[in-house]
């Protein structure tokens, strides 16, 4: 090749990498607190993003009411992570270096949430998992820059274990999970708490996502004699496992982790819904509701009516939980920027020293050993039948 | 056991199915079509949407779910195959365009179904339960299996007895020759694509009867389907058909007796076992090249 | 010229982190340079050697991993854990040649697909070694500033530099790869493996020489990849990978040296410049790969580059003793080639049938026969390209019936193709050089390195070969696309490449159809002229001008057997053999024949005659 065409080449190079790195402008200063979003917009997380979004969507704009021309407007800046770790890294490289945000809220997915962690720490920027319910996000140690606006996993594991195997006396539990980074932990916690109660469990298969034949794991569970079964797993998989069971003949209740309260549960399976039960927030379940849910229920129906996480009833349904968790990460992440005037660097310290802030779900108070905004004390059981979630009884282990 | 075999044999007719209609593409064409999953898919996803958000009934929604994967199979033919007939790119051309119009019908159905959920429709059968010798089969996995079944003995019918089945088979054997008999082969290949994506198109409505439906429906199965079609022969419809149940059956009993983790490599490992030995595959005949 | 080209490129990846230094620019470059290395070993397997591999996603993995466990779980230093990675991408590639060498095409992708995400189900359920699903994290990494060589703490700038010398190091083997005769070697497998073979190449081992190769360039960059990121998860390498592998050489320019770089930047700034869902870039890369072959068939490289130069190949000049001797040894009197009771059936028929013949050095064998009789499965056979065959071959009074053809071709047999079998894409110096494959000696690792035995080793042959082009009046075309050349100098150019092997045998298969006059001249001095050589030829013809023209002695074939042999005097008149080309004689038919009949029989013989060379009717 001749010089003129490597020259020409080189060239091209050049100019490329230029565009590639010329997005990174000289650092922004203004009055705008850029916040960072980031989740899978496609796939069978996407309805916690989409349910995320319109919250933080509705935070967003109050706030920017509130405060125009006072000094601050929020902005949302979005990142698709199609539930891929790579892709969720990549997604927060950009928010920290490019963007410029003063705070992360997801990756989504806690498999996708959890290598972005160093690179949040490193950055020391705020980083919020409004969704992610890793149980390592916050136990045993807190990790600096990350707090938790959702029910870890651990909490959940201990509620179901402890419900199954000491209120209803269930016996031989067989478990199935999902292989993904959320099923394959939360199961095995699950499964370390019903040791610590004195029981085994009869069987841990896996599965693959989106398998659509679960009869080989299934028979093994039923030739242990399972009296339940529990399922860790993301969506509509875990509509596959009940019609597996419903199948073979198992006749023994379904629990799950609170994955399992998403539309397409008990959509799909309609009838066949019956006798499966989860735990989750009982905040939209009591017939008393708190004043600052009463709230946001009607601001959410006034603005989305009768969408999927609202439910079609006049009441909002369990799954406007989902929407909530991230209206107060995002609150109280507005509340803690306007306190140090949109400093990245003091994000951090400021929103661990929160107190009471009244938050949807609950009061929020983070110290530096619990960066747990709901403690553990509000969940309870719920039954999800053919109408969708009910609560069947409160119950604290 | 036998309850094993059963789920085995269901699934294994799905990939069967698939066999079959990677089968009738390349009977006539000699391209393997990289796209046959995503047809699979939005035949499927089609069906299940109309039916689920538009309350259309099955009479209607199943021809339009097969109408619209033969269409883009035609499509498929136009843009991505017939360019390349005599451009000398060899089997490279083909496989990279295939697969290209593939990963197109895979980010467009993302795009248009989003994240959303269908009910499981049960068009096919509500899902009941019958007891045969002490094993549970549902409605559905006997339908498949008996469909699959019942389209290959009339695929073989017209494959054998009909002069559209001859010209087909001609039109495999030499594009030239069966032009200068008066066959139209750039419409035999169409006829071809558009069978194929039509079995492929039936396939994904069957699947949608028994599992959750969604954009990535295709991925696996396609390779499965594949690994079946290879299996067995390709170019040979029962030896498809064998290879589909034959992994099916292989996947089930091997989550069951070794361990769930190795279902999805059960597929991949057969194929990979019989082509080192025999590449012709089970019922494939040997093809000698002239030199 | 082409110095100071690369000096500015050079000079360019130096200064680019003085320019912008942020550490998300400097992470994007280092990954671009990954991209580099990643496209480049994907173009060595599929530009060069031709076998569509869509599984080396599952050796990027392996690559990442290998490096990532090695430093995060076993605390080996970078320096080891990196090569030993790379090492190990390279005998992991060997699992995807195995199928390579029974299957090709479609099979190949689908297997190598296969492959792919079988190497991802590993990953996931290897969970004690790779951390399944939740990964493997804490890997060194100068993003989380752990990373350290010898006591230093690496930064991003040192990270990216480093890259992107592999990467630089990268594209000089690559180069040198290329331009060698293994790079050639790998070229005409995947033109024509019937042919490579048929010049003495092992086809074999250059397919799996190719994936060894690409394999380590593949788990290079995996490792690098995994010290940037910091964290390996199953996720990283499905099957968009794959595509994303697949698509930076084929738009880049597939079998070129700088395609594949010039398709990483294309597809690692794609993404930044569309900034939408991934989705709709996904939906792109689909359109892309689908429009690909229709529309930019070489890829941004071939567009830039020139097509269709006719330079006439420049005769570099050697010292007398440095040119390679064009001598054959001569074994006279000892027969070179005895084929004894040769028997071919395909299927129920029956191809040959105790066939015997014998080649001698400086004599030319002529095969004649009606059409089907045999006479190219003859030569296939004894070319070992047919390896189902009863009866004995010896080549120099030495078995041959065990060999491939490849250990023939080196064994001295050299032989042309009833249809053209030429490497077309590749120039016709490039052709004829690949038939003296058997006379090069370098190892695969001095030619990567560029050595300079290896250098003077390419001088020599190039040399020789250019000569031996002159004499077929082809050097004015050397550096032509050979599927563009006329067909009577492709066929030439196929004897050309047959001779430049110095061959002691040669088997011809109808060399002189569709020459024209002053062709068939050049042909018949070229065979003569190796015949004095001391070259035993065999030449199938129907040309019975031709044959009678050159043949030292004619044996001749009817339906897989000898019926007739000898001088050619004494075969033109055989009755069998004018029997065989007519059908039956009169004589056997019995009776009196009608008048007509007689005259017909009358106006075939007679210029049946003066074609054998008779006398004139």
């Known amino acids: ?397 | 056991m036998l309850q094993l075999l059963v789920s085995g044999l269901a699934v294994g007719s799905i990939y069967a199915l698939v066999a079959l209609s990677y089968n009738a593409i390349f009977r006539t064409s000699q391209v393997v079509n990289f796209a046959q999953g995503e047809l699979l898919m939005i035949g499927g996803l089609l069906t299940v949407g109309l039916y689920t958000w538009f309350g259309m009934s099955i009479w209607l929604v199943f021809p339009l779910g097969v109408g619209l994967a033969v269409v883009v199979g035609l499509l498929i033919e136009r843009l991505a195959v017939r360019p390349l007939h005599g451009k000398g790119a060899g089997a490279h051309g083909w496989i990279v365009t295939t697969m290209g119009t593939g990963i197109i019908i895979r980010a467009a159905a993302f795009i248009a179904w989003g994240s959303r959920d269908a009910p499981m429709p049960k068009y096919l059968g509500g899902g009941r339960v019958v007891h045969i010798a002490g094993v549970a089969v549902s409605e559905d996995e006997i339908l498949v299996i008996v469909a699959v079944l019942a389209i290959l003995a009339l695929l073989e019918l017209v494959n054998r007895y009909t002069i559209l089945g001859k010209a087909l088979r001609a039109t495999a054997c030499d594009q030239e020759m069966a032009r200068l008999v008066g066959i139209p082969a750039p419409r035999m290949v169409a006829a071809s694509f558009a069978l194929g994506s039509g079995l492929a198109a039936i396939g994904g409505i069957l699947l949608t009867n028994v599992a959750v439906s969604s954009p990535y429906m295709g991925i696996d199965i396609g390779l499965k389907g594949f690994a079946a079609a290879a299996l067995g022969g390709l170019g040979s419809p029962l030896g498809g058909v064998l290879g589909g149940l034959i992994i099916g059956v292989a996947e089930v009993l091997g989550a069951f007796y070794v361990s769930s983790a190795i279902k999805d490599a059960i597929a991949l490992v057969l194929l990979f076992a019989l082509l080192m030995l025999r590449p012709a595959g089970l019922l494939g005949r040997d093809v000698i090249e002239k030199v | 010229m082409k110095r100071i080209g690369i000096a500015l490129g050079i000079a360019a990846i130096v200064a680019i982190p003085w320019i912008w230094s942020e550490a998300h620019s400097l992470k994007l470059l280092t990954l671009l340079g990954i991209y580099i290395l990643l496209a480049t070993g994907m173009n060595i397997v599929w530009g060069l050697a031709g076998q569509i591999s869509l599984g080396q996603n599952g050796l990027y993995a392996i690559g990442a991993y290998a490096s990532g466990v090695l430093t995060a779980k076993l605390s080996l230093p970078v320096l080891l854990a990196v090569p030993a990675a790379t090492l190990l991408g390279g005998l992991a590639a060997c699992v995807i040649a195995m199928p390579a060498l029974r299957v090709k095409g479609f099979y190949l992708a689908m297997i190598s697909l296969g492959f792919g995400i079988l190497v991802q189900t590993f990953a996931k359920e290897w969970a004690s070694v790779t951390g399944g699903v939740q990964g493997l994290e804490n890997i060194p990494s100068p993003t989380l500033r752990t990373l350290q060589v010898g006591g230093w703490r690496v930064t991003l700038t040192a990270y990216y530099y480093a890259t992107f010398l592999l990467a630089g190091l990268g594209l000089f083997v690559a180069s040198n790869l290329i331009r060698s005769y293994w790079g050639r070697a790998m070229a005409a497998v995947r033109e024509s493996e019937i042919a490579a073979a048929a010049q003495g190449i092992f086809v074999g081992k250059v397919k799996v020489a190719a994936f060894v190769i690409g394999g380590m360039y593949t788990a290079l960059a995996g490792a690098l990849y995994a010290h940037q990121i910091a964290y390996v998860s199953p996720e990283a390498f499905d099957v968009d990978m794959a595509v994303l592998i697949l698509i930076m050489p084929l738009v880049g320019g597939l079998g070129t040296l700088w395609g594949p770089a010039v398709g990483a930047v294309i597809f690692l700034a794609l993404p930044e410049l569309l900034r939408g869902l991934w989705q709709y870039n996904l939906l792109i890369y689909g359109i892309i790969l689908t429009a690909s072959f229709t529309l930019f068939p070489q890829g941004v490289i071939g567009r830039l580059r020139r097509r269709g130069q006719t330079k006439p190949v420049q005769a570099v000049t050697l010292p007398k003793a440095e040119v390679a001797s064009t001598q054959r040894p001569m074994q006279s009197g000892q027969p070179s080639l005895i084929a004894s009771g040769i028997g071919v059936r395909f299927g129920g028929l029956a191809a040959l049938d105790e066939v015997d013949l014998e080649l001698h050095p400086g004599r030319i064998h002529a095969l004649i026969g009606p059409n089907g009789s045999g006479k190219s499965t003859l030569v296939n056979v004894l070319s070992r390209i047919y390896t189902g065959y009863q009866g004995t071959i010896q080549i120099n009074g030495a078995s041959v019936d065990g060999l491939r053809a490849d250990q023939a071709a080196r064994a001295g047999l050299a032989r042309t193709f009833q249809n053209l079998r030429l490497f077309t894409d590749l120039s016709a110096l490039d052709n004829a050089i690949i038939g003296a494959h058997p006379k090069f000696h370098a190892n695969i690792v001095a030619c990567m390195a560029g050595t300079r035995r290896a250098h003077q080793e390419e001088a020599r042959e190039r040399a020789t070969i250019v000569a031996l082009l002159d004499t077929f009046h082809l050097s004015a075309r050397g550096t032509m696309r050979a599927g563009d050349l006329s067909y009577g100098d492709q066929k030439m150019l196929e004897l050309a490449r047959a001779m430049a092997k110095r061959p002691g045998l040669l088997l011809l298969d109808e060399p002189a159809a569709g020459l024209s006059g002053v062709e068939i001249d050049m042909l018949r001095k070229a065979i003569c002229a190796a015949a004095a050589d001391g070259v035993a030829v065999l030449v199938i013809e129907h040309n019975m001008d031709f044959v009678m023209g050159i043949a030292d002695e004619i044996t001749v074939l009817d339906a897989g057997r000898r019926i007739s042999q000898g001088l050619p005097a004494a075969v033109r008149g055989d009755k069998r053999v004018i029997e065989a080309y007519l059908g039956s004689t009169v004589e056997d038919a019995g009776g009196e024949p009608p008048s007509a009949p007689r005259t017909a029989e009358r106006m075939v013989e007679a210029p049946l005659a003066s074609a054998m060379g008779g006398e004139s009717a």
């Open chain 1, 1 to 397: 090749m001749s010089a003129h065409r490597i020259g020409r080449a080189a060239a091209i190079l050049a100019a490329a990498m230029t565009m590639l790195t010329a997005g990174s402008a000289a650092l922004a200063q203004d009055a705008v607190l850029k916040i960072g979003f980031v989740g899978p917009y496609s796939g069978p997380s996407a309805e916690y993003t989409e349910a995320g979004k319109r919250a933080v969507t509705m935070a967003v704009d109050e706030f920017n009411a509130a405060w125009k021309g006072k000094g601050f407007q929020a902005e949302l800046v979005e990142k698709d992570d199609v539930s891929n770790p790579t892709r969720g890294i990549n997604a927060v490289n950009e928010l920290v270096s490019r963007d410029k945000v003063i705070a992360i809220m997801g990756p989504v997915n806690s498999g996708v949430f959890k290598p972005t962690i160093p690179v949040t720490t490193e950055a020391g920027l705020l980083h919020l998992a409004w969704m992610g319910q890793d149980t390592e996000f916050t136990r045993p140690v807190a990790i600096p820059n990350v707090f938790r606006f959702a029910q870890p996993n651990f909490a959940q594991a201990k509620q179901l274990a402890s419900y199954m195997a000491k209120k209803k006396g269930l016996k031989r539990i067989g478990v199935i999970h999902d292989n993904t980074a959320y099923g394959k932990p939360g199961a095995a916690e699950f499964i370390a708490e019903l040791k610590a109660l004195g029981v085994d469990a009869v069987g841990d298969e896996s599965f693959n996502q989106r398998d659509t034949d679960l009869t080989a794991q299934l028979m093994k569970l039923k030739q242990a004699n399972a009296d339940s079964i529990l399922v860790w797993a993301i969506g509509n998989d875990q509509a596959t496992v009940k019609r597996g069971m419903l199948k073979l003949g198992m006749d023994v209740p379904l629990y799950g982790a609170n994955s399992m309260v998403s539309l397409g549960f008990w959509t799909v399976l309609g009838d066949m819904a019956k006798n499966t039960y989860t735990t989750y927030f009982d905040t939209y379940a009591m017939d008393t509701r708190t004043p600052n849910a009463n709230a946001f229920a009607q601001k959410y129906f006034k603005r989305y009516g009768n969408d999927k996480y609202y439910g079609p009833g006049k009441d909002p349904y369990f799954y406007l939980v989902a929407p909530a968790q991230a209206y107060d990460a995002i609150n109280a992440t507005l509340k803690v920027a306007v306190e140090v005037k949109g400093d990245p660097k003091k994000m951090v310290a400021a929103m661990q020293a929160l107190r009471d802030f009244p938050g949807v779900l609950g009061t929020v108070s983070f110290t530096p050993e619990n960066h747990d905004a709901y403690g553990t004390a509000s969940f309870s059981i719920l039954d999800v039948g053919p109408q969708g979630p009910r609560l069947l009884e409160t119950y604290k282990y």
